[in-house]
């Protein structure tokens, strides 16, 4: 697995049009560029229908598993394998996982605190010496005392992800983990933040991996220019900037 990619060059300067054509690999982003809370983007099922097999769904959810997304996609006529699809949720489990013997407190849902005890992690309420944040729309008052003096006594804090809101179906923002990160931080103001997601590398990594590709083999098509756009250019892969604040949208994607 490729953390950091010391080569980058910057790929030679291509119209979105050109890059998109050419790349053996597609990363698509979920919110904002797949879905809008619950209704489908325009153009989102015929590019998926089109492109599927060129298509890795790359995305800083961490309430849902890849499994849920193939299911919505499957209800929309869309078929994209669990295996294509990278969260960075169940990311964030996967890498708090290679420490077999830690104690874990688990912000987080359900569906998520499940997927950890299936791959082996101890989740515990008090002195754990990990914190893995992820959107957890349960947060309160008491999760906060608890992680906050988990952290003033030396517990390790991993985040799904910093974004702190997305968008929701009828034009509201959704609050997101950075927000509930935010909390954490203003009573742990030294804590050291490991992030799994976008802009970090390890979601890239993880998608090259399966779509067998290098870095400058891929496109990144996004809407957010700090995440999707930053972290994709900082790993050597061409960013697609669409939605709001930018020129093009899916649907034009669908001529090229
Ligand atoms: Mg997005």
Known sequence: MQLSNPHVSMPPFRSPQQAF?????????????????SRLVPGARTLLQRHGDRIVILSNN?????EDFSRILQQAGVHIPAERIVLAGAEAVRWTSQ??????????????????????????????DQILLMRDTRFTYAKLCRAANALHGGARL???????THPGTDGEIVPETGAVLAALLACA????????????????????DIAGVSPDQAVMIGD?????????????????????????TLEDMLAW
């Not at 103001?189 to 090259?208: D, E, I, Q």
């Open 21 to 37: 054509q050419r790349a053996a690999a597609i990363f698509l982003d979920w919110d904002g560029c797949v879905m809008i809370g």
């Open 62 to 66: 961490s309430t849902h598993l890849p």
């Open 99 to 128: 420490d077999k013997h830690a104690r874990v407190m688990l912000l987080g849902s359900a569906r998520i605190k499940g997927c950890a005890r299936q791959m082996g992690l101890t989740l515990v309420r008090e002195a754990p």
């Open 158 to 164: 991993i985040v799904a992800n910093g974004d702190v």
């Open 189 to 208: 103001p030294n804590t050291p933040v490991m992030t799994v997601g976008k802009p970090g590398p390890l979601l890239f990594s993880r998608a090259c």
């Open 224 to 248: 957010n220019p700090l995440t999707d756009g930053k972290g994709a250019t900082d790993y050597g892969i061409h960013p697609i900037l669409i939605g709001p604040g930018t020129e093009l």
